[in-house]
T-cell receptor
Framework: QKEVEQDPGPLSVPEGAIVSLNCTYS??????FMWYRQYSRKGPELLMY????GNKEDGRFTAQVDKSSKYISLFIRDSQPSDSATYLCAMSGPGGFKTIFGAGTRLFVKA | ETGVTQSPTHLIKTRGQQVTLRCSSQ?????VSWYQQALGQGPQFIFQYYREEENGRGNFPPRFSGLQFPNYSSELNVNALELDDSALYLCASSLGQGPYEQYFGPGTRLTVT
């Protein structure tokens, strides 16, 4: 079993839809939870990070962490074609130096 | 402010050869992490360097080694290349050892034939 599980998709939605992306994990020691966006032929770009449980909002993006269920989510409101990319969840434990990534979900937003 | 840069962009090597990949950190950053990203997969942590010392390592064999220089730029060296080493190699720089606020370079695409 992988430490971090993420549905690879692809996920296709119409412009303006609310997108929900999710990851589950098995290591209860994870404390830092991140979401990255990766466009084709580019390096990942940090979108959001959360420490421990709770919600965090930044513009059209909301990250949620439920440590009791070992489940994290990223919501994208009013999705745009420019949001079409691969979304990677990532997590790290107390030491912080080793970040474990999910496989990534490919998202397509149709105009 | 200069972002993270990596060189070369693409590289083709033969099985058994050695390769060196280079990374320049974002200005002011003292930590560099290296990742391997196979096609269709997420990045896998190789190791991290903090102030020129290896700070942690993932599940990669010793033929993967690295260096960090006083200006915080870094090298990833891979010896005895195998076909499975074909991947995108990413470096990420950050200030301090935390996992957040990592800024990734565009990567080096390595093909081993």
């Amino acid at each position: 079993q992988k430490e971090v599980e993420q549905d690879p998709g692809p996920l296709s939605v119409p412009e303006g839809a609310i997108v929900s992306l999710n990851c589950t994990y098995s290591n209860s020691a994870f404390q830092y939870f991140m979401w990255y966006r990766q466009y084709s032929r580019k390096g990942p770009e940090l979108l959001m990070y959360t420490y421990s449980s709770g919600n965090k909002e930044d513009g059209r993006f909301t990250a949620q962490v439920d440590k009791s269920s070992k489940y994290i989510s990223l919501f994208i409101r009013d999705s745009q074609p420019s949001d079409s990319a691969t979304y990677l969840c990532a997590m790290s434990g107390p030491g912080g130096f080793k970040t474990i990534f999910g496989a990534g979900t490919r998202l397509f937003v149709k105009a | 402010e200069t972002g993270v840069t990596q060189s070369p962009t693409h590289l083709i090597k033969t099985r058994g050869q050695q390769v060196t990949l280079r990374c320049s950190s974002q200005s002011g950053h003292n930590t560099v992490s290296w990742y391997q990203q196979a096609l269709g997969q997420g990045p896998q942590f190789i190791f991290q360097y903090y102030r020129e010392e290896e700070n942690g390592r993932g599940n990669f064999p010793p033929r993967f080694s690295g260096l960090q220089f006083p200006n915080y730029s870094s090298e990833l060296n891979v010896n005895a290349l195998e076909l499975d080493d074909s991947a995108l190699y990413l470096c990420a720089s950050s200030l301090g050892q935390g996992p957040y606020e990592q800024y990734f370079g565009p990567g080096t695409r390595l093909t081993v034939t």
